[in-house]
């Protein structure tokens, strides 16, 4: 059972552009939205992560966008550079010990 | 300071073999996670141990797999009769306490090659 579905699987974006990468989920029980940069050969590190009863949360290029009635959030990165270039997750968790559940992934390429 | 860490980096075993994987979490985090990540894939929660004791192992697949922690640090996460499908990265991640918005942070993985 995929609870959180993420898209687009792949993106290309030029310098300098705005990358959008979208998710929903199912389960209503989550409760914090964390979103995680991967790069080749690397474990996963938190990028900037948000909880339900905000709608926005910006931190430097990087803005998550909530709609919790939709079920649905998304991470914008502004004035995308080369080194932005890495696998995108979307995640969500539940209960008192963070369990995360992570989307499928976006890889982001931005080309100069 | 020294980040999550795990050991070996890669392991190519046969069908049937055992394997241990290690991690090292960061010095004084309680909590400890387990996930395994497919090619492609994100990451797909395994066990999680708060201390010494497995607080959730509901991620596990099967009874071939299986995981400890027995002081509290170090965590070794053991495959029996290992599949050609059990080849995967197995990510370790620690975090000073375990709760919502505590941060996880990730070792490198082990590769897992199952031949």
């Known amino acids: 059972q995929q609870q959180v579905k993420q898209s687009p699987q792949s993106l290309i974006v030029q310098k300098g552009g705005i990358s959008i990468i979208n998710c929903a989920y199912e389960?209503?029980?989550?409760?914090?939205f964390p979103w995680y940069q991967q790069f080749p050969g690397k474990g996963p590190a938190l990028l900037i992560a948000?909880?339900?009863?905000?709608s926005e949360k910006k931190e430097g290029r990087f803005t998550i966008s909530f709609n919790k009635s939709a079920k649905q959030f998304s991470l914008h990165i502004m004035d995308s550079q080369p080194g932005d270039s890495a696998t995108y997750f979307c995640?969500?968790?539940?209960?008192?010990?963070?369990?995360?559940?992570f989307g499928t992934g976006t890889k982001l390429q931005v080309i100069p | 300071g020294a980040g999550v860490s795990q050991t070996p980096s890669n392991k190519v075993t046969e069908k049937g073999k055992y394997v241990e994987l290690r991690c090292d979490p960061i010095?004084?985090?309680?909590?400890l996670y387990w996930y395994r990540q497919s090619l492609g894939q994100g990451p797909e929660f395994l066990i999680y141990?708060?201390?010494?004791?497995?607080?959730?192992d509901s991620g596990l697949p099967n009874d071939r797999f299986f995981a400890v922690r027995p002081e509290g640090s170090v965590s070794t996460l053991k495959i029996q009769r290992t599949e050609r499908g059990d080849s995967a990265v197995y990510l370790c991640?620690?975090?000073?306490?375990?709760?919502?918005?505590?941060?996880?942070?990730f070792g490198p993985g082990t590769r897992l090659l199952v031949l």
């Open positions: 389960n209503t029980a989550f409760d914090y």
């Open positions: 010095s004084g985090h309680t909590a």
């Open positions: 948000i909880r339900p009863d905000v």
């Open positions: 141990f708060q201390g010494t004791g497995a607080a959730d």
């Open positions: 995640a969500a968790t539940s209960g008192g010990y963070q369990k995360v559940t």
């Open positions: 991640a620690s975090s000073l306490r375990s709760g919502r918005g505590e941060t996880q942070y």
